[in-house]
């Protein structure tokens, strides 16, 4: 009857004024970027003064950085440029010199810095010491597999970081520097 | 010859837009699923440092953030302008760091708490002092897990 009448259409046309609106909130809240950076492993707390382990001088890398941000290594001053060629060549000790570690797995990186120093050259000096692992464990898994050692498997790359660890030991900070 | 003469140029047809929602409602969704809220707002001015042998961490859900610097302008009336500490949205010292750790570990799956990663940014002119003192309470609390945040350096080191 007059009943059978025809449903009006709904209008969409505002649908996409609508979902224009919800993209821009959304656009302006997203954040995108992930957090980046060194990634690193404290050793776990213990209250007992730690073991004093005689080690032998020629498998310490010492490095300190002072409160004014300078950069002494085994008793020289040293730019922080070469950090990193130095402490690859201290580990792996291609020379099989008489001053470097016996063998990487004795290597000790020993890092020292003031309550004074500042972060950004503390993080500086720190990149560099991983940068010098890096570079070896790429030119060792370049070596065994002939790949870098991002694209090695898990299981190859805990065998190579068996073969070359990472010891980066941090002392108590010194505290002669004036905190800012 | 009009027969088969065509009618250019006299109108152009108009161009459907009943897509055009169909097409904003997908880029909706794709910046609703890759949009995390802004978590908290920062009071102290953290610009990180630069480095080279960055990482991204993967699992967003398994890093809680410790901001340290100095305090904003508008703070320092009442902070001053020595580097604080900042856990989720408040000013905080270094032994709320437990508290603050065991809170984050409550939404995580009791197999996943050991993936835990703390996040430290810290602002690249802060003295070592504080984040020492940090990294001493973080080993304490046994948060071993670290990351020093990072942007990437695009050019090598002078």
Known sequence: MGRERQQPEINASSMADIAFLLLIFFLVTTTIDVDKGIRVLLPPWSDEPPETQKLKTRNVFSVMVNANDELLVRGEPMELKDLREKTAEFISNPEKREDLAEKPTKAIISLKNDRGTSYEAYLAVYNELKAGYNDLWNAEADKRFGLKYEDLDIADRKKLRADIPLVISEAEPTSFGEEK | ?158
């Open chain 2, 1 to 158: 010859m009009s027969k088969f003469k065509k009618k250019r140029g006299k109108t152009t047809p108009a161009i459907s837009t009943a897509s055009l929602p169909d097409i904003i409602f997908i880029l909706l969704f794709f910046f609703m699923v890759v949009t995390v809220m802004k978590n908290s707002e920062l009071k102290v001015d953290v610009s990180v440092p630069e480095a080279t042998e960055i990482q991204k961490l993967v699992k967003k859900s398994l890093v809680s953030y410790l901001y340290i610097g100095r305090p904003m302008k508008n703070y320092q009336s009442v902070y001053g302008t020595a580097p604080r500490l900042q856990l989720n949205d408040k000013f905080a010292t270094i032994d709320d760091i437990p508290l603050f750790l065991e809170k984050e570990k409550l939404d995580i799956q009791e197999q996943l708490q050991p993936l835990m990663t703390a996040s430290l940014r810290v602002d690249r002119d802060v003295t070592m002092g504080i984040v020492s003192d940090v990294k001493t309470k973080l080993r304490k609390s046994g948060q071993l897990k670290v990351n020093y945040s990072a942007r990437k350096r695009a050019q090598a080191l002078k």
